[in-house]
């Protein structure tokens, strides 16, 4: 699902402040791992590591979230 919105938005990443969380429910969030590389290819500016959770956000993930908005904010 979340593919075709982000190849259609990847060219207008160059430059940008950008965080990147989710979860996955199998595996061991590779996927994650391959959309970083993706967007510090095209010149994405990430503000701070990814966060990422199996199923359902922590109370680690939760607090990592509230800081990924506030280091964008800054």
Known sequence: MLEPMYSELE???TG???ALFGSYGWG????MRSWEERCKTV????VSDFVIC?????DEA???CKKLGSDLSS
Request: hydrophobic share 30%; glycine share 10%.
């Open 16 to 18: 940008k402040k950008i």
């Open 43 to 46: 010149g994405a500016n990430l």
């Open 11 to 13: 060219s207008s990443l």
């Open 28 to 31: 061991d969030g590779e996927w």
């Open 62 to 64: 939760i607090r990592a």
């Open 54 to 58: 199996n199923e359902s956000p922590d």
